[in-house]
């Protein structure tokens, strides 16, 4: 997170999710859950990504990066 831009953290986290939802194919094989299972579905991830306090995985760092085209 940057300096002082915790205010929008939630909001970015938000975009992210449903960024992994939309291209969920893309990142699917990435996509796991505390247990280490792949989501099976993309309304899996999201429920699961959607709740307060989960944390984010490698797939999150990629999406982000697609959304502010960083690479």
């Known amino acids: 997170m940057l300096y002082d831009t915790q205010v929008m953290a939630r909001e970015m986290r938000e975009e992210v999710v449903l960024h992994v939802k939309q291209y ?38 990629l999406a982000t990066g697609q959304i502010l085209n960083y690479y």
Request: charged share 15%; net charge neutral.
């Open 24 to 61: 969920f194919d893309e990142f699917c094989i990435l996509s796991n859950h505390r247990g280490g299972n792949n989501f099976k579905t993309s309304a899996v991830y999201y429920a699961y990504m959607s709740r307060t306090y989960t944390y984010s995985n490698l797939y999150d760092f």
